[in-house]
């Protein structure tokens, strides 16, 4: 069965999305990202800029400690 996934945050770009998710999957919890951008919809693929916001989502069952992870990190 596939895991529900949970938003846990959303960052200002990609850059900042990929630095998380790295370090959540260093701490062995699955990172799955998902972003739109008003500049990717007229201009390409850009991952920065304005416009643009990564969300962060993690299975529901390890929220938790995925939200531990951020309290304890910031």
């Known amino acids: 069965m596939a895991p529900k996934w949970r938003l846990l ?3 200002a ?3 900042e999305a990929e ?3 790295s370090a959540l999957e ?7 990202l998902k972003w ?3 500049n990717a919809v007229l201009f390409g693929t850009s ?11 993690v299975p529901e069952e390890v929220w938790e ?10």
């Not at 260093?26 to 799955?32: E, G, K, M, Q, T």
């Not at 400690?65 to 910031?74: H, V």
């Open 9 to 11: 945050t959303s960052v």
């Open 47 to 57: 991952a920065n800029g304005p416009g643009t916001q990564v969300d962060v989502f």
């Open 65 to 74: 400690e995925a939200q531990a992870y951020l309290t304890f990190t910031d």
């Open 19 to 21: 630095i998380l998710k």
């Open 13 to 15: 770009n990609m850059v």
């Open 36 to 38: 739109e951008s008003f």
């Open 26 to 32: 260093s701490a062995d919890i699955p990172v799955s």
